[in-house]
T-cell receptor, first 115, second 109 residues
Framework: DTGVSQDPRHKITKRGQNVTFRCDPI?????LYWYRQTLGQGPEFLTY????????KSRLLSDRFSAERPKGSFSTLEIQRTEQGDSAMYLC?????????????FGQGTRLTVV | GESVGLHLPTLSVQEGDNSIINCAYS??????FIWYKQESGKGPQFIID?????DKRQGQRVTVLLNKTVKHLSLQIAATQPGDSAVYFC????????FGAGTRLTVKP
């Protein structure tokens, strides 16, 4: 296993279109996080899963965003009716959380450009 | 709401000097902190972590200090190298790992 994998690496879409990103975490990592990052800013928390359960969703996340992790392995993040303000890097991370928090390992991200 | 933040947005050091990057946090209940390094176009990369029952932890050329009294973290990089040039983030992990804006470290040859 080479780490967290995200697909696609880059996505250009027209405003109003729907897009879906995929994240494959490190095997047997039960926690999975999604972040959004714009230029010059730190990663902004969007949501996280413990296995297949979505445990928290940022209040900043509009209802156009939805994430799933149906079998507790890979996850998808969908953005409906994209807007130019959605242009950002979308990062996924996973961690093998047991009884304590541990470091999360990040993928290379999906860069979304909405035109 | 409570958040993680950084004192300085940019830091420029001479190659070979030591670097110190600071971070303030406001959630006194936080018990786990992580430093990440992010190079342009890449995802954040784990550097070192520390739990609240410690005040210092050392890695290879890096040391993290935690001062719970003033809710402050620092990352010290010894003998800074050009390859250390990147943006450094601290994060506190209370299930939903939160990041600050980051400090851009530039190493001058």
């Amino acid at each position: 296993d080479t780490g967290v994998s995200q697909d696609p690496r880059h996505k250009i879409t027209k405003r109003g279109q729907n897009v879906t990103f995929r994240c494959d975490p490190i095997s047997e990592h039960n926690r999975l996080y999604w972040y959004r990052q714009t230029l010059g800013q730190g990663p902004e928390f969007l949501t996280y899963f413990q296995n297949e359960a979505q445990l928290e969703k940022s209040r900043l996340l509009s209802d156009r965003f939805s994430a799933e992790r149906p079998k507790g392995s890979f996850s998808t993040l969908e953005i409906q009716r994209t807007e130019q303000g959605d242009s950002a890097m979308y990062l996924c991370a996973s961690s093998p959380r047991g009884t304590e928090d541990t470091e999360a390992f990040f993928g290379q991200g999906t860069r979304l450009t909405v035109v | 709401g409570e958040s993680v933040g950084l004192h300085l947005p940019t830091l420029s050091v001479q190659e070979g000097d030591n670097s110190i990057i600071n971070c303030a946090y406001s959630n006194s209940a936080s018990d786990y902190f992580i430093w990440y390094k992010q190079e342009s176009g890449k995802g954040p990369q784990f550097i070192i972590d520390i739990r609240s029952n410690m005040d210092k932890r050392q890695g290879q050329r890096v040391t993290v200090l935690l001062n719970k009294t003033v809710k402050h973290l620092s990352l010290q990089i010894a003998a800074t190298q050009p390859g250390d040039s990147a943006v450094y983030f601290c994060a506190e992990n209370n299930n939903d790992m939160r990041f600050g804006a980051g400090t851009r470290l530039t190493v001058k040859p």
